[in-house]
């Protein structure tokens, strides 16, 4: 049974950073195309950012350059490292697994916050 388990959220000022984690299993995690999506209230969710089962990368304009997605093979888990931070970053962050060949598995989400 696929799981996925996001986790590292919480409550940071601006300009500060925060690492999540998304933990995987029941699947081949080294396969998949992993990817961090947001979902702010009342807003759509929105895709941040993804890294291939050959470690391209891609990134939402807004992202690009204070994040960086990764993931470790080995531990089966894909990170997302957010560096200056901004209010409008706030969001509940969701984890995606996507097959090489169609379909989508999602985590529950974990919580940002960005205030002072």
């Known amino acids: 049974q696929v799981q996925l388990v996001e986790s590292g959220g919480g409550l940071v000022q601006p300009g500060g950073s925060l690492r999540l984690s998304c933990a995987a299993s029941g699947f081949t995690f080294s396969r998949y195309t992993m990817a961090w999506y947001r979902q702010a209230p009342g807003k759509e969710r929105e895709w941040v950012a993804h890294?291939?089962?050959?470690?391209?990368?891609n990134y939402v304009d807004s992202v690009r350059g204070r994040h960086t997605i990764s993931r470790d093979n080995v531990k089966n888990t894909v990170y997302l490292q957010m560096n200056s931070l901004k209010p409008e970053d706030t969001a509940v962050y969701y984890c995606?697994?996507?097959?090489?060949?169609?379909?989508?598995?999602w985590g529950q989400g974990t919580q940002v916050t960005v205030s002072s």
């Open positions: 995606k697994a996507e097959g090489p060949f169609g379909g989508a598995s």
């Open positions: 890294i291939s089962s050959s470690g391209r990368t």
